[in-house]
């Protein structure tokens, strides 16, 4: 996934002060939850594909904002 919803995630997960073990164990996941999904989304990893609704709710929850602060306005945008 090269587009503009890896790269807003990127920039979130990157800006964030927690690790992603961190973020990962906010969320309620296994420690290389994000990590697995972010391998994924850049088609390095075993699943692939685009992220889903509930991950982007989970993913947001273990850094601390709601989805929309997640996504950015310029993605929500689009999608309308």
Same mark, same amino acid.
């Given at each position: 996934?090269?587009?503009?919803? +890896?790269?807003? +995630? ?5 800006? =964030? ?6 973020? =990962?164990?906010?969320? $309620?996941?296994?420690?290389?939850? +994000?990590?697995?999904? /972010?391998?994924?989304?850049? $088609?390095?990893?075993?699943?692939? $594909? ?15 904002? =709601?989805? $929309?602060? +997640?996504?950015?306005?310029? /993605? ?5």
């Amino acid at each position: 996934m090269t587009d503009p919803l +890896l790269a807003r +995630l990127l920039i979130v997960v990157e800006a =964030s002060p927690l690790s992603q073990v961190a973020i =990962s164990r906010a969320a $309620g996941q296994r420690a290389t939850w +994000l990590g697995d999904h /972010l391998q994924a989304w850049r $088609g390095r990893g075993r699943r692939g $594909g685009e992220p889903t609704l509930a991950t982007l709710r989970l993913l947001a929850r273990g850094l601390g904002v =709601s989805l $929309g602060d +997640l996504l950015g306005e310029e /993605l929500l945008a689009e999608r309308d």
